[in-house]
Nanobody, 116 residues
Framework: QVQLVESGGGLVQAGGSLRLSCAASGSIFRIDAMGWYRQAPGKQRELVATITSGGSTNYADSVKGRFTISRDNAKNTVYLQMNSLKPEDTAVYYC??????????WGQGTQVTVSS
């Protein structure tokens, strides 16, 4: 059984910052990529940022220069530092991990609301 527990979401004014965390626990063997996705009301889930086991990162164009993804392998945790937040960043944010064996796991989601 694998669990992903997300935290750090909330309500913030435009221009503000939030830091999301996602801690994985349970029967996890060798996490490969970790990432953050988001889904706004009426829209499809989209990639926000990913980070490989080697530390290579990838960002959606809409968040480049504002968001930073990082990970702590010892804690099986991935972070998303979000700065200069905009109302269009409002969404439910989900973390996802992929193991070397090809399994994928999703978190339950955390709401981020940015007011104008």
């Amino acid at each position: 059984q694998v669990q992903l527990v997300e935290s750090g979401g909330g309500l913030v004014q435009a221009g503000g910052s939030l830091r999301l965390s996602c801690a994985a626990s349970g029967s996890i063997f060798r996490i490969d990529a970790m990432g953050w996705y988001r889904q706004a009301p009426g829209k499809q889930r989209e990639l926000v940022a990913t980070i490989t086991s080697g530390g290579s990162t990838n960002y959606a164009d809409s968040v480049k220069g504002r968001f930073t993804i990082s990970r702590d392998n010892a804690k099986n945790t991935v972070y998303l530092q979000m700065n200069s937040l905009k109302p269009e960043d409002t969404a439910v944010y989900y973390c996802k991990i992929a193991t070397l064996s090809g399994n994928e796991y999703w978190g339950q989601g955390t709401q981020v609301t940015v007011s104008s």
